[in-house]
């Protein structure tokens, strides 16, 4: 069975600085996905990574993949109040898709 | 235009009682999925269907009832409701099925949710 788990489940930052939200996944893979929920609204995908070694970016998010440990990062630069959010991570497998339970990014000024 | 769009947006009923959740998009894909988020913000799948047929179907109770007349509609029934079913119902949907999501950089595009509150 396809189990996906991010740390941490909280998350709370000073503006300006910088942290990484980790997503394990337990079975091979190779594509994963990033979305944002804000309270109340629907998920809006921000990224997906389909092989070893991806890595993308937009403004101040960067998501990577290593199939190999079975990890996905998302790492924030530089967090200003807007990224305040729950970010989930979800493994796609064949016909399975899993989401993680979802990181709450809180952004302090 | 709203791409994937569902509603209800709040339904709030007594327990035993039967209830619909209707789910459209406009996008022209093939393929539509019901997610359910409990309290703990987490998400999982209840079915998936491709072009009418069901292609995935959860540890679901068989009060959950999919129906999907045409490709761009995928409404939830839901039977006998119990307070275990309060939650945040999603619609989404994809071009193509699961196994061509990533393939072309495909996405899932949700709805706006819908909240459902059993008493």
């Known amino acids: 069975e396809l189990k996906v788990e991010q740390n941490p489940l909280f998350l709370s930052m000073q503006e300006g600085k910088n942290y990484t939200i980790y997503c394990n996944y337990s079975t091979t893979s190779d594509r994963l996905y990033w979305y944002r929920q804000d309270p109340g609204k629907s998920l809006e995908s921000l990224f997906v990574l389909l092989s070893n070694g991806a890595v993308k970016q937009e403004g101040r998010l960067m998501a990577s993949l290593d199939t190999k440990a079975r990890l996905s990062t998302l790492h924030i630069t530089a967090a200003v109040h807007d990224l305040s959010a729950t970010y989930f991570c979800a493994v796609a497998n064949n016909n399975d898709m899993r989401f993680g339970a979802g990181t709450r990014l809180t952004v302090k000024p | 235009d709203t791409a994937v769009s569902q509603t209800p947006k709040y339904l709030v009923t007594q327990m035993g009682n039967d209830k619909s959740i209707k789910c459209e998009q406009n996008?022209?894909?093939?393929?539509m999925y019901w997610y359910k988020q409990d309290s703990k913000k987490f998400l999982k799948i209840m079915f998936s269907?491709?072009?009418?047929?069901?292609?995935i179907n959860e540890t679901v109770p068989n009060r959950f009832s999919p129906k999907s007349p045409d490709k761009a509609h995928l409404n939830l029934h839901i039977n006998s409701l119990e307070l275990g079913d309060s939650a945040v119902y999603f619609c989404?949907?994809?071009?193509?099925?699961?196994?061509?999501?990533?393939?072309?950089?495909?996405?899932?595009?949700f709805g706006s949710g819908t909240q459902l509150s059993v008493l």
């Open positions: 269907y491709n072009n009418k047929e069901l292609i």
């Open positions: 989404a949907s994809s071009q193509h099925g699961w196994t061509a999501l990533g393939a072309t950089n495909e996405k899932l595009f």
């Open positions: 996008l022209g894909h093939d393929t």
